[in-house]
């Protein structure tokens, strides 16, 4: 039996996307294709956010979950804070007269269906289930065992909450007669940290729409069809169709390289190679690949066998800041194996002319009587990940670099000349070409860590959401630091830390010692793309411009093979019903599925220098240690994220109505790591506000249209798989025309592009890392606590105050008494 009504869409003007203002919710910009589509509707149900609650009709469209109901407009809103907008009037007027009165207006709240990450289904109401909890959701053990309340449970709701019946009548649709006990609702946590709880008087209308939501989200996944996603049906509205340059146009590598001076008429130091024009040579990397002038493609093809994926080092960035012109080149880990002797001369030779063209350009286009002539060339290896990791990656096949073989050659010893002499007496003798490498680890955990970091973080704010915060201030700021307590136990934040470390090291590196980059982590396209990309954003100031981070995300991110469609689980949402095993799609990782547990680093410091190659340990003994680890990684390994239904789920009751299925559990390859990018990228926003020609609305929404599916940039996991196997830029719009349809949405009024000082370069304290709180949906006071917010205070002070000396200054003796009270011109 189906309890849903259908109907049937002929125009766009059924469904127009607005601002919810009495939730405080943001629809994304959406265009209905004018073909007719199915909607499935329910009415009178009731959507439970932060303790408050409103009846509304749900719609279930083929993209999109849409809750549209009625809000009485009142003569004047306030908001309060906490997403809410409610009424005020004087309570001492009159009361306003009938005729005056606005009529009600019909909100919507939008959303997309892969941006759901997490849905469930509970008999009982949500007030039911959440006054099941204890009557703190958070708490805090102090000295005596006794516990502090941080926040309030609220009560059972009694207001009446006005909507719009089917007659169109305004009726009482939530009151005191309401069961609670009958009802079931369903909650659906967000990947972009919102959160809904809605409430139908029947079980089977909540059975049956858990159902077919199931199936509207995981579409893509079932069918293995990306072409079902949004994307391919939705057409760029007015303002994204007059754009001149296509968001698909904006990032040219010809052009780009051209620009950092890598490319040049002669190619005297670097060329651009074609051996991937077919993506056959490494299907991960973009087509055209820049290397050294003096490497032939033999050479490549041989090196590529001793990198994993095929992914050989390749020159991604050369710094023009500096007068040295040091470079930064990407890559994947070395197969060094078990024995730990195999070694590739290509690989070497490939390496060792990165290093060598940045000095022959150098030597040659330096004037000799500079004072940077002197400087030595310096060299360095960096091995993002743990040194355990990098060292059990050895069992595995894979491993990381042996530093001396990267030196360049040595001089032989005195009996292998002698022999030399004896037989080749006019022979010179050879020079002493060794260079200065050396190697660090950067203590960067896997995707793994990093996914269970975001879990943790996700429980706390789903739990802060179920419940309204205090209305006694003093109480509720009493109670932050619990929060904060908890915040900390995820380490997000100092994750964040670490890998901003390893930016700070680099960056410095290049700019102040002549250093020459080489980085990669296991595979090449996690961490290496973020600290890649933050390494150049600091390094380069037009990097910092709207069209320049664009072309930088595209570059580091999309081009060398980030797998956006496999780390955001795109078409998967966890407790889903799947009716049938979905074809496994994305490559494995060479870093085991779930080996977390056994890669927590204990070194000191953060990041570990190595500069020389350990020769003391016996070869048996690294072995059976590596071995070990290997089996060790391969026994913790999950192999499939599916569960039948009678497996210990979250929604107790799945099992009872869909038999022959089974329940989605996520996936071992999900990974936050392009949210850490933007979250990174946000810390370095917060330390040099100026220096940014975009705000941070710019990264939340770029953050939201990652998972939204809108747009085709991020569909993907490879340049192949987006240009040749599904032709996104053919059938899909491009993110970035939706940010250069609006650019004086996401301009940053306080930027300042003009000369900059140590030739635009940004250094950044990297120990500094505050919560993103705007992108999370709480209070900064909530997050960061109330010191955070005195800071502020603080510096809007002295800016002010510094604003009233200048005025002082400026408008001389005559003019002191008017620039007193004069109000400054720039706000913070």
Request: a neutral charge; proline letters at 5%.
């Amino acid at each position: 039996m189906c309890f849903f009504s259908e109907v049937v869409i002929i125009s766009v003007g059924l469904f127009h996307s607005v601002v919810c203002s009495v939730l405080g919710f943001s629809a994304p910009s959406l265009q209905i294709d004018m073909e007719p589509q199915k909607i499935f509707s329910v009415k009178d149900v009731i959507l439970n956010r932060r303790g408050y609650c409103i009846t509304g009709t749900v719609h279930l469209s083929q993209y999109h979950l849409v809750f549209s109901f009625v809000a009485n407009t009142a003569p004047s809103t306030t908001n309060n804070g906490n997403g809410s907008t409610t009424s005020s009037t004087n309570a001492t007027s009159a009361p306003p007269a009938p005729a005056s009165t606005p009529a009600p207006v019909t909100r919507e709240i939008w959303i997309a269906y892969p941006v759901i990450d997490r849905i469930s289904k509970s008999r009982g109401s949500s007030w039911i289930y959440n006054s099941n909890t204890n009557n703190s959701i958070i708490t805090s053990s102090g000295t005596n065992g006794g516990s502090k309340e941080f926040v309030e449970r609220s009560p059972p709701p009694q207001s009446s909450i006005n909507s719009q019946n089917q007659s169109g009548q305004l009726s009482q649709s939530h009151n005191d007669d309401y069961d609670h006990y009958t009802a079931s609702h369903i909650r659906l946590q967000c990947k972009d940290f919102t959160y809904y709880s809605f409430d139908f008087v029947n079980d089977l209308v909540c059975t049956e729409v858990f159902a077919k939501l199931s199936s509207l989200i995981t579409v893509s996944r079932t069918e293995n069809d990306i072409r079902s996603m949004y994307a391919y049906d939705y057409r760029p509205n007015y303002l994204e169709q007059k754009l001149e340059l296509k968001g698909w146009d904006i990032y040219d590598p010809i052009e780009e390289y051209k620009r950092q001076g890598l490319l040049t008429e002669n190619e005297d130091y670097w060329r651009l190679t074609n051996v991937n024009e077919d993506y056959k040579f490494c299907p991960s990397y973009p087509n055209f690949l820049v290397i050294p002038s003096t490497i032939s493609d033999n050479v490549l093809k041989h090196a590529a066998k001793f990198r994993s994926k095929q992914r050989i080092p390749a020159i991604v960035y050369r710094h023009r800041g500096g007068v040295n012109g040091n470079v930064i080149a990407r890559c994947s880990q070395p197969l060094v194996g078990l024995n730990l002797q195999n070694r590739s001369i290509q690989d070497e030779k490939l390496i060792g002319e990165i290093f060598r063209s940045q000095q022959r350009e150098r030597s040659d286009t330096l004037p000799e009587d500079n004072e940077f002539q002197s400087q030595p060339q310096r060299n360095l290896l960096v091995d993002l990940r743990p040194i355990t990791n990098a060292m059990a990656q050895h069992a595995l096949g894979a491993g990381t670099e042996n530093i001396d073989n990267y030196r360049g050659k040595a001089p032989k010893s005195s009996s292998n000349n002698s022999n030399i002499e004896a037989t080749e007496p006019d022979a010179p003798p050879e020079p002493v070409t060794l260079r200065q490498v050396n190697k660090i680890f950067c203590n960067i955990d896997n995707i793994h860590v990093m996914r269970e970091s975001l879990n943790k973080l996700n429980a706390i704010l789903n739990d802060l959401d179920r419940f309204p915060v205090s209305s006694n201030a003093q109480k509720a700021q009493s109670s932050y630091p619990l929060l904060q307590q908890l915040l900390t136990k995820t380490q997000w934040l100092h994750r964040l830390s670490i890998i901003l470390q390893s930016v700070d090291r680099i960056s410095k590196s290049i700019h102040l010692n002549n250093t020459n980059v080489v980085i990669h982590c296991s595979d090449g396209w996690d961490r290496t793309s973020q600290v890649s990309a933050l390494s150049q954003l600091c390094l380069d100031p037009y990097y910092r411009t709207m069209k320049g981070f664009m072309v930088l995300i595209e570059k580091e991110w999309v081009s060398f093979g980030f797998k956006f469609a496999t780390r955001g689980d795109h078409g998967g949402c966890i407790g889903a019903i799947i009716k049938k095993e979905p074809k496994q799609t994305s490559t494995p990782s060479s870093e085991p599925s779930k080996g977390y547990s056994s890669e927590t680093s204990s070194e000191n410091s953060e990041i570990v220098e190595v500069t020389t190659a350990s020769n003391g340990i016996s070869g048996k003994s690294v072995a059976s240690f590596l071995q070990r680890a290997a089996n060790h990684i391969k026994n913790t390994a999950t192999t499939s994220p599916y569960s039948p239904l009678n497996s210990d789920t979250e929604n107790g009751e799945n099992g009872k109505y869909v038999p022959n299925s089974s329940v989605y559990n996520g996936s071992s390859e999900k990974s936050p790591i392009f949210h850490q990018f933007l979250d990174c990228v946000y810390q370095i926003h917060r330390q040099h506000p100026s220096k940014f020609e975009f705000n941070t609305r710019f990264l939340k929404r770029l953050f939201y249209h990652y998972y939204s599916c809108q747009y085709g940039s991020f569909l993907c996991d490879t340049e192949r798989e987006l240009k040749i196997v599904n032709r996104a830029p053919e059938s899909t719009v491009s993110v970035w025309d939706y940010f250069n349809s609006r650019p004086m949405e996401f301009a940053n009024k306080s930027y300042n592009g003009g000369e900059q000082p140590d030739d635009g370069v940004i250094f950044f304290n990297f120990a500094d890392v505050k919560w993103w709180s705007e992108l999370y949906g709480r209070s900064d006071e909530e997050m960061n606590g109330l010191s955070n917010s005195l800071d502020r205070k603080f510096a809007q002070m002295k800016l002010n105050l510094a604003n009233n000396n200048s005025n002082n200054v400026t408008g001389g003796a005559s003019s002191n008494s008017n620039s007193k009270n004069a109000s400054p011109e720039t706000k913070p």
